[in-house]
């Protein structure tokens, strides 16, 4: 299945991959904080939204999708920044193989 792929007109959006630095926090667990990577340009379209309550409190979900110019080793523990938002990576995928895209399914993360 084709798909087609947005203009580099349409990638006006600046993001920055965040890379996970896990340090022990000595309980036999870790830490994870992140450090910032390289900076990319993409395009964001919105998905889905929905609401449901958790714990008696209602919590939102915000899921995207960002589509970057191909890049290897893009992993779900990684995350992309644009601005104060913070989108969590779900799934990174080349769509159709050609490695001219990376399309990377989100949720966006409130703080």
């Known amino acids: 299945m084709k798909t087609k792929s947005p203009s580099i007109g349409a990638r006006s959006r600046r ?10 926090d000595g309980f036999g667990g ?3 904080t992140y450090t910032p ?22 919590e939102q979900s915000l899921t995207h999708r960002i589509t970057l110019r191909y890049r290897e080793g893009v992993t779900g523990a990684m995350r992309l920044t ?6 969590a990576i ?9 490695k001219r895209d ?3 399914l989100v949720e966006e993360v409130r703080a």
């Open 15 to 24: 993001f920055v991959l965040e890379l996970p630095l896990e340090r022990p």
């Open 30 to 32: 870790v830490i994870r």
């Open 37 to 58: 990577g390289p900076q990319l340009w993409g395009a964001i379209e919105m998905l889905s939204g929905t609401e449901r309550l958790r714990a008696d409190r209602p």
């Open 82 to 87: 644009s601005g104060l938002r913070r989108f």
């Open 90 to 98: 779900r799934a990174a995928a080349d769509p159709d193989g050609s």
């Open 102 to 104: 990376l399309v990377c």
